[in-house]
């Protein structure tokens, strides 16, 4: 037993070397990217209100990030798998895709902690909350990177080149982060095109963010609803990324 907790561990620890520590110490630029993204929608959303929505342009940035570092596994594991061939090793080894992604899970948190670092601070100094509106955060933030790992890892065994999975990138980003109400209140948003948000999972993590920590004002009964369908569009997305997914077959 405990030498298959230190496999697992060794597995996990291997992960987070490959693909986040590797990069932070070679390409310290990829660093300033990541950070630049959420951070100049939060500039012009916070200049283009005169400062009213900073606090809540400061929760989309933290639901941004949170994302994006989930969507952007999947062109790491693209790299890992059509560049580098480390798929086809870690299929032919005991290792299943759960563990296998999980450890690229960890190690898009660990190449994120300068991003969410500061992020944090931002938020404990323009978003005022107590501690069950903290607690609620935090669980939301959990379950939308759980979301977008699982979406990345699904994209990632569909796609054939690292190409394909920049484009994949490219048609998420906008579609999950910056058009929806992330950065602002739906309420923003006419009520003719307003249904339309509501397609995007991050439209419920931002109103059960915003709701909160006072910046939304929903029942009960609407932010349980919002949980149910965040919860239950992760899970379906999960199940799709660890049964359906082409994982041996590639």
């Known amino acids: 037993m405990k030498r298959v907790n230190r496999s697992r561990g060794s597995q996990l620890y291997a992960s987070i070397l490959v693909n986040s520590v590797y990069a932070m110490l070679n390409y310290p630029v990829t660093l300033i990217s990541t950070l630049l993204a959420p951070l100049s929608i939060l500039a012009v959303v916070t200049f283009a209100s005169k400062g009213t929505l900073l606090p809540v ?18 062109g790491d594991l693209s790299h890992l798998k059509n560049d580098m061939r480390l798929q086809d090793m870690v299929v032919s080894s005991p290792t299943g895709p759960g563990i296998y992604v999980f450890g690229m899970a960890l190690s898009e948190i660990v190449y994120s902690i300068p991003t969410l670092s500061l992020l944090v601070i931002f938020n404990v100094l323009f978003v005022k909350t107590d501690v069950a509106g903290a607690f609620i955060i935090f669980f939301d933030m959990v379950t939308i990177f759980a979301f977008s790992i699982s979406l990345g890892f699904l994209l ?46 991050t439209t419920y993590a931002a109103q059960i963010a915003q709701n909160a920590v006072g ?36």
């Open 57 to 74: 342009a400061a929760e989309g940035a933290l639901i941004m990030t949170m994302v994006t570092s989930g969507t952007a596994m999947q």
């Open 156 to 201: 990632s065994t569909l796609s054939s080149d690292i190409v394909q999975s920049w484009a994949f990138s490219g048609i998420l980003s906008p579609i999950l982060t910056t058009i929806p109400p992330v950065y602002y209140p739906i309420s923003y948003i006419p009520i003719p095109y307003r249904y339309l948000a509501y397609i995007s999972p």
């Open 215 to 250: 910046f939304q004002s929903l029942s009960v009964a609407t932010v349980l609803l919002y949980w149910l369908i965040l919860v239950g569009i992760t899970v379906v997305i999960t199940y799709l990324a660890l049964k359906r997914s082409r994982w041996r077959e590639i």
